[in-house]
């Protein structure tokens, strides 16, 4: 689904916000959709692997470690590596402890945006053979509802459209056009 382009600027300008909504909202959304937390016992491979989500993929019935990331630019050149770790990590936490996980059980789960606004980022973790689920996709996985996504987004857009928001929104977007009108040959234009 394509966002309008406030909303998707709502997404991408606040993702401040959205990387604060996603720490406090991984107990929400642990709790609401009953996704396990990592524990100090020792029964799963999630305990001490760095994950921060565990659950059951509703479209393949297999159970997914997921690096939760809130948008599809958030993320630098070292976060792969990291990333990366982590999933190495838990592959061998999985092997010490007899687990079977498979090539496709690690995910970078992105809350918002599509395949196509990935940053190289995200497109290089791919290009190594990891799953990186964006936006509607995520969200049909870890809930199982393919309007979630839709509703989510639409939900944006009304309050983005009736909040002051809108106005910083617009006032910014103002301010880049006059700064870019004013130095068009640094711009190339």
């Avoid at 959709?33 to 020792?42: A, Q």
């Avoid at 509703?58 to 590596?81: A, E, V």
């Avoid at 973790?125 to 509703?151: A, M, P, S």
Wanted: glycine letters at 6%; hydrophobic letters at 35%; one cysteine or more.
């Amino acid at each position: 689904m394509s966002m309008k382009p406030s909303t998707y600027l709502f997404f991408h300008k606040f993702d401040y916000f959205f990387d604060y909504f996603l720490s406090s909202s991984r107990n929400i959304l642990r709790t609401t959709l009953n996704l396990k937390m990592p524990s100090y016992g020792l029964d799963t491979p999630i305990e001490h692997s760095n994950m921060e989500i565990e659950y059951v993929d509703q479209i393949d019935n297999t159970r997914k470690y997921c690096q939760l990331k809130s948008g599809p630019t958030t993320i630098n050149k070292d976060d792969i590596k990291t990333i990366e770790h982590h999933f190495m990590g838990l592959r061998n936490l999985a092997r010490t402890n007899h687990l079977a996980i498979t090539t496709n059980d690690p995910v970078v789960g992105v809350l918002y945006g599509s395949h196509r606004d990935l940053s190289t980022m995200y497109k290089t973790i791919q290009n190594d053979g990891y799953n990186v689920l964006v936006g509607e996709e995520f969200w049909l996985h870890l809930t199982g509802y393919k309007d979630l996504y839709k509703d989510l987004v639409n939900q944006a857009q009304i309050t983005a459209n009736n909040s002051a928001m809108q106005q910083s929104v617009d006032k910014f977007l103002c301010t880049v056009k006059q700064g870019i009108e004013q130095s068009k040959d640094f711009f190339g234009i």
